[in-house]
């Protein structure tokens, strides 16, 4: 069965580095997505891509964050400059289309440790 | 977009069906009501979506009565490995984001 991937599973950071998360979606998706989820809390949607552009982003995805496709398969999230309250687990998803049903395959998720 | 609101914590024993109602009162008319699981440390998974009456797949029931205002996730039969906390979503059409409540804790015993 086809699965959405991602690495590194667990990344440990400095305040005020730079991180790339990275994932890999399922080939024939067209639908990206990035969502968080800190400790205890709920997921929580960052933001949406298609036709390699953003398609919505939340008020979580500010100017530190950004997003590329930069092949035909990888799908990163860049967070510019690290602060604590990054740290969370990222889920990367993909969808196949835009009909009604809108089932969203996950991955396994980032743990970003920022220190 | 409709709020959903369902119990945060639900006990079961292993064998049992699991029912879990989900209340969408402001639910429009172009949305689907879709549950997802997740376990601890994974990302969400599909469970079950449905627009009307009743949906069944090989893990799950969906029954949604004819207000829509509300759902029924049924789980038959559950396990130690159905351990997980279950979200209901309300979904308007494909490519857009899901918003996740708190969801309901299942917790199975045996």
């Known amino acids: 069965e086809p699965e959405v991937t991602q690495t590194p599973s667990h990344q440990v950071t400095q305040m005020g580095q730079e991180v790339i998360l990275r994932c890999v979606p399922i080939?024939?998706?067209?639908?990206f997505y990035w969502y968080r989820q800190i400790l205890g809390q709920k997921v929580e949607f960052l933001v949406s891509f298609y036709n390699n552009e953003i398609s919505e982003k939340s008020e979580i995805f500010d100017d530190q964050f950004s997003v590329e496709r930069p092949d035909g398969s990888n799908f990163t999230l860049k967070i510019r400059s690290t602060k604590l309250e990054d740290s969370a687990m990222y889920f990367c998803a993909s969808s196949e289309s835009a009909s009604f049903y809108n089932e969203q395959f996950f991955g396994p998720g980032t743990r970003l440790t920022v220190l | 977009l409709a709020k959903t609101t369902q119990p945060i914590s639900m006990d079961s024993y292993e064998g049992q069906e699991v029912n879990i109602t989900c209340s969408h009162n402001?639910?429009?008319?172009?949305?689907?009501i879709t549950w997802y699981q997740q376990f601890p440390s994974q990302g969400p998974r599909f469970i079950i979506q449905g627009y009307k009456t009743k949906v069944t797949n090989e893990v799950a029931s969906l029954f949604i009565p004819a207000d829509r205002k509300s759902s029924t996730l049924s789980l038959p039969r559950v396990s130690l490995s159905d351990t997980a906390v279950y979200y209901c979503?309300?979904?308007?059409?494909?490519?857009?984001?899901?918003?996740f409540g708190t969801g309901t804790q299942l917790k199975v015993e045996l």
């Open positions: 080939s024939n998706h067209l639908y």
């Open positions: 979503l309300v979904v308007t059409g494909g490519g857009n984001k899901l918003t």
């Open positions: 402001n639910i429009a008319t172009n949305d689907y």
